[in-house]
């Protein structure tokens, strides 16, 4: 009788489709919603999205009925398995994204409303960066080891990444015009993987950096290796090229990359208590921001630096900056002690 009074409430407001679709699955919806959206997506979007969905969401939960899914076995279907498996800022990703897909619901008057938006995640402090970067004296060994054991490609691409704090696609996507030997800056302005170069995800993402001597020598180094390549290839130099390629003249992608990186910092014997290597690539990311805000750099300036805004700097590094606040509070304590001991009763 009650769920009799639900089909005739929603009918009155013309909320038919939840009726229609009331077989539906969250597998078929997840398909249709891909299909929906794919020509609206980037293509490396597109295929993220697809490889969780595919992945991760139609494993666990694509045999569940979309109108019966309630929270509870969506948290234990689903949430706790994961939890077993994934580091928190993973799986807040994959929730993130369900999220998404299941809002689509509702705009399409499938589903009166979402039902998954106040779930939890344990130790979801976790996804702060901490233990995703590296020391200075860490960088440096990075560095030092790549230039003695790795081909000169791979190290001006580490190098590069390091100190400019660029993302992974925004280095494999510079061409050689973005470079400015003579006023030590690069430009960005395309983003690059195996999926092809595009334009960067936010207006934030163009931007041109000052970048140090070091950087600019070894690009010039570098560069000269580059010609050699391309004159024994038949390659025709272009200001237009692709800066990373291989030692065959091709246009690599971020997996040669990964590899490298992890290789490097094993021969670093910079690993975590498991054996495993500290930081991914995208930690050179993390690496090149922590330092900067240990070293007092303020916010807006590394916001520009990265391509963020000032807020997503703080929402990312809200830790560093707590962590800062405190030593601050520190110093100021002690420069003033000695007055402060001195001053009236």
């Given at each position: 009788m009650k769920a009799l009074l639900e089909v005739k409430t929603a009918t009155l407001r013309g909320e038919t489709k939840h009726i229609v679709s009331d077989s539906m699955t969250i597998g078929e919806w997840l398909d249709i919603w891909l299909e929906m959206n794919q020509k609206k997506w980037k293509l490396s979007t597109s295929e993220y999205r697809k490889m969780i969905v595919d992945n991760r969401l139609k494993k666990l939960l694509g045999h569940y009925r979309l109108q019966k899914l309630d929270r509870a076995t969506y948290q234990r279907a689903f949430i706790n398995v994961l939890e077993d498996k994934l580091q928190p800022y993973t799986l807040k990703q994959?929730?993130?994204?369900?999220?998404?897909?299941?809002?689509?619901?509702?705009?399409?008057?499938?589903?009166?409303?979402?039902?998954?938006?106040?779930?939890?995640?344990?130790?979801?402090?976790?996804?702060?960066?901490?233990?995703k970067f590296l020391t200075p004296a860490e960088l440096n060994k990075l560095l030092s080891t790549a230039k003695e054991t790795e081909v000169i490609w791979h190290y001006s691409f580490l190098l590069v990444a390091a100190y400019t704090g660029m993302q992974r696609g925004e280095a494999l996507g510079l061409q050689w015009k973005n470079i400015d030997f003579k006023n030590h800056t690069i430009t960005i302005e395309r983003t690059r993987d195996k999926f092809g170069a595009r334009t960067p995800k936010t207006k934030n993402s163009y931007r041109t950096i000052l970048v140090d001597s070091i950087v600019i020598e070894q690009l010039k180094k570098y560069k000269t290796w580059y010609k050699k390549v391309c004159l024994q290839y038949g390659i025709k130099y272009s200001s237009d090229l692709f800066i990373f390629i291989n030692s065959y003249g091709e246009?690599?992608?971020?997996?040669?990359?990964?590899?490298?990186?992890?290789?490097?910092?094993?021969?670093?014997k910079l690993v975590n208590e498991d054996g495993s290597p500290k930081i991914s690539l995208h930690g050179l990311w993390h690496t090149h921001a922590t330092i900067l805000l240990n070293n007092g750099q303020i916010v807006k300036v590394i916001g520009e630096r990265l391509g963020n805004t000032p807020n997503m700097v703080m929402n990312t590094y809200g830790h560093v900056m707590k962590e800062l606040e405190q030593e601050s509070v520190n110093v100021f304590s002690a420069s003033l002690a000695t007055g402060a001991k001195s001053g009236a009763n």
């Open positions: 994959i929730l993130g994204l369900f999220k998404i897909a299941i809002n689509a619901t509702v705009e399409e008057k499938i589903l009166a409303r979402n039902r998954f938006t106040k779930v939890v995640i344990k130790d979801e402090d976790d996804t702060k960066t901490s233990n246009p690599v992608h971020d997996q040669t990359f990964y590899m490298m990186l992890k290789r490097v910092q094993l021969q670093a």
